[in-house]
């Protein structure tokens, strides 16, 4: 059974911690895992996949997949296998797919199902529910698919897939990955040329993935932004995929060995693309000390280890430029801009007013529970350094980011820090705890001494 349907909420404490001590590996990343389970559906073979992440978000979509005709399951080997019914090969599910929290879920499987004429239901928990769906639906409408949605274009949402799909020209609004691969996958059925521009870069695990399993894709670089085109109805080729550790999970170690007095830590085999390091890039440039180590290149995405050691940070700008790059961060870099020597502001984040959660007013609202000083608009925040004193209790919303965020914080505070709820850390991250306690890490229920 799945944590997140308990009814009753999991509340943590952290404590202070003496230095973190160890050599670790964390999930396998959570956008190649999702992504290498849909292409791997609508492929030509089976597809097999190595450190695929098994955590609630990315199972709900190796479900979905299996649910479309296509076959998604684990060997004894620990190694994933999918069976794949080539790009117009899906069929309508007998019974509503269900994301759970996955935005990336439903939104990328919307784009796969598109321009194939079959009907879907998708559904997914309480937070999901509550997140806009619009800003796929309108641009998968030009295609000629079209959505039954609930009220504000959320789920539940039914899909009717195009008969007979027509090629886009599609121009992102707003910086979002999960929308650009939306339309691309939506591409991959739909004959003729289907372009994505793209003003600001973004995560580009789909056109690396896609051109690694044979999509006819091309990238350009023009005055007004990337220019991403795929030609439909040529078939995808079954792919072998090793999955690299998620840098946004490496995120809340790397963190916690920053800011813990002492501390001296290894993350093994974690994703280096480029559109992915914006945090690793911004805390060094707080002062934080992390080497990369072996760098190597795994299934056309480069990878090394990450050498952290506690550091004296101090506070920064982050230009809204780099928002695109690790707009998942913000939270926890939120925290360690709290024991950063200084201000910290960061910018262009009006992304993260319809994440899981509205993520920034959360973030801020957890920060002055634990006796940090903030200030905010729209699509910014500062931050004021110098040590969280700890002692509050953070709402998260839901949110799995925002409760291993303030985990993290606890390690470090003057007192501790408290959350009301950790279920969905499982979402991501199953053993959050286990992994931070392990190298000597203090988290665990209220009542533990």
């Not at 800011?259 to 002062?287: A, C, K």
């Not at 890490?441 to 209220?446: K, M, N």
């Amino acid at each position: 059974m799945s944590n997140t349907h308990i009814a009753e909420p999991l509340p943590l404490i952290s404590r202070k911690a003496q230095g973190l001590k160890g050599r670790i590996r964390v999930p396998g990343d959570k956008s190649m895992s999702h992504r290498a389970l849909m292409f791997g559906a609508v492929a030509i073979g089976e597809t097999t996949i190595k450190g695929l992440l098994e955590a609630e978000d990315v199972i709900n979509t190796a479900k979905a997949m299996t649910a479309l005709g296509a076959k998604a399951e684990r060997g004894a080997d620990n190694v994933w296998r999918v069976q794949g019914v080539g790009i117009a090969g899906l069929r309508s599910p007998d019974q509503p797919l269900d994301f759970g929290n996955s935005g990336t879920g439903v939104r990328l499987a919307m784009g796969l199902m598109a321009t194939t004429p079959l009907t879907a239901r998708c559904i997914g928990d309480a937070s999901l529910s509550k997140r806009p769906m619009g800003r796929v639906t309108v641009p998968l409408s030009q295609f000629g698919t079209t959505f039954e949605a609930s009220e504000g274009n959320r789920l539940p949402l039914t899909l009717h897939g195009a008969k007979n799909p027509v090629p886009v020209t599609y121009t992102l609004p707003v910086a979002s990955a999960q929308v650009k691969s939306a339309v691309l996958l939506a591409a991959l059925n739909t004959p003729g040329k289907t372009s994505v521009i793209e003003p600001t870069p973004t995560r580009d695990h789909t056109e690396r993935m896609l051109k690694g399993f044979g999509a006819a894709i091309t990238v350009e670089q023009r005055e007004d932004g990337r220019h991403i085109t795929v030609e439909g109805q040529h078939e995808l080729t079954a792919q072998a995929i090793d999955v690299p550790g998620d840098p946004s999970s490496a995120a809340f170690p790397m963190v916690a060995a920053l800011i813990t007095e002492g501390s001296d830590i290894v993350i093994e085999n974690i994703m280096l693309n480029p559109t992915r390091t914006g945090l690793i890039d911004t805390l060094v440039e707080m002062g934080g000390d992390i080497v990369i180590e072996n760098r190597r290149l795994a299934g056309g995405e480069e990878v090394g280890d990450l050498h952290v050691r506690s550091s004296r940070l101090h506070g920064i700008r982050v230009p809204a430029s780099r928002a695109p790059s690790m707009i998942d961060e913000y939270p926890i870099l939120s925290v360690a801009a709290s024991f950063a020597d200084g201000t910290t502001r960061m910018e262009g984040l009006e992304e993260l007013r319809v994440k899981e959660s509205d993520r920034l007013a959360a973030v801020e609202a957890g920060l002055q529970a634990n006796g940090v000083p903030t200030s905010s608009g729209r699509d910014w925040l500062e931050v004021q350094g110098g040590g969280a004193p700890g002692g509050g209790k953070v709402t998260t919303h839901m949110d799995h980011r925002i409760a291993m965020s303030f985990l993290v914080m606890g390690l470090a505070s003057r007192i501790y820090t408290s959350v009301d709820d950790s279920r969905f850390i499982a979402t991501s991250f199953p053993d959050f705890t286990g992994l931070l306690n392990g190298m000597g890490g203090r988290i665990g229920p209220p009542d533990a001494k």
